[in-house]
T-cell receptor, first 112, second 115 residues
Framework: GENVEQHPSTLSVQEGDSAVIKCTYSDSASNYFPWYKQELGKRPQLIIDIRSNVGEKKDQRIAVTLNKTAKHFSLHITETQPEDSAVYFCAASGRNTDKLIFGTGTRLQVFP | DAGVIQSPRHEVTEMGQEVTLRCKPISGHNSLFWYRQTMMRGLELLIYFNNNVPIDDSGMPEDRFSAKMPNASFSTLKIQPSEPRDSAVYFC?????????????FGPGTRLTVL
């Protein structure tokens, strides 16, 4: 089945700097790659997603890139703000798009 | 829209007791997912339903866990008997129909503590 690895597990940046979180997946048939943000004590919320027919997608300060050949995708946050502090999860759909497999999460801390 | 509704939000019980978690998906969504989140194992898919039918329960850890979806607006996850290692946050999520509709809306979760 699908396996998703996420790095780093923790990331600390200064406000205004960029943050990059990377994920790799194992199943070449995966075609959907969402990113979720989870604040402390809250539910995971979708922040951006990308499908396998697209290489990059942007939404204001966040962007996701996908390299299907290498089977990895990344989340980029520019001009980070303290409210970006949270745990971020990547996920991949695997062959069965019903079964999202999540990465282990990255705890991002943005210091003012 | 009220979003996905889960109850209770917090549950503290003693080992051996039965626990029932409840979920009401978003109206019009036809897929429902139960996830468990722990520090050690992250977010794990336990079971999911399409149109009220259980499709894959391979993530259910043991026979002590069971889930039902009697209608489109209600699902339960039951643990009997509960054990301390079942302590986790249990999330329910729903998804609207359609081939491009991969987005899952998560509920607020139920924090379960088994003493």
């Amino acid at each position: 089945g699908e396996n998703v690895e996420q790095h780093p597990s923790t990331l600390s940046v200064q406000e205004g700097d960029s943050a990059v979180i990377k994920c790799t997946y194992s199943d070449s048939a995966s075609n959907y790659f969402p990113w979720y943000k989870q604040e402390l004590g809250k539910r995971p919320q979708l922040i951006i997603d990308i499908r396998s027919n697209v290489g990059e997608k942007k939404d204001q300060r966040i962007a996701v890139t996908l390299n299907k050949t290498a089977k990895h995708f990344s989340l980029h946050i520019t001009e980070t703000q303290p409210e970006d502090s949270a745990v971020y999860f990547c996920a991949a759909s695997g062959r069965n798009t019903d079964k999202l497999i999540f990465g282990t999460g990255t705890r991002l801390q943005v210091f003012p | 829209d009220a979003g996905v509704i889960q109850s209770p939000r917090h549950e503290v019980t003693e080992m051996g007791q039965e626990v029932t978690l409840r979920c009401k998906p978003i109206s019009g969504h036809n897929s429902l997912f139960w996830y468990r989140q722990t520090m050690m194992r992250g977010l794990e898919l336990l079971i999911y339903f399409n149109n009220n039918v259980p499709i894959d329960d391979s993530g259910m850890p043991e026979d002590r866990f069971s889930a039902k979806m009697p209608n489109a607006s209600f699902s339960t996850l039951k643990i009997q008997p509960s054990e301390p290692r079942d302590s986790a946050v249990y999330f329910c999520a729903s998804r609207k129909p359609g081939l491009a509709a991969n987005i899952r809306d998560f509920g607020p979760g139920t924090r379960l503590t088994v003493l």
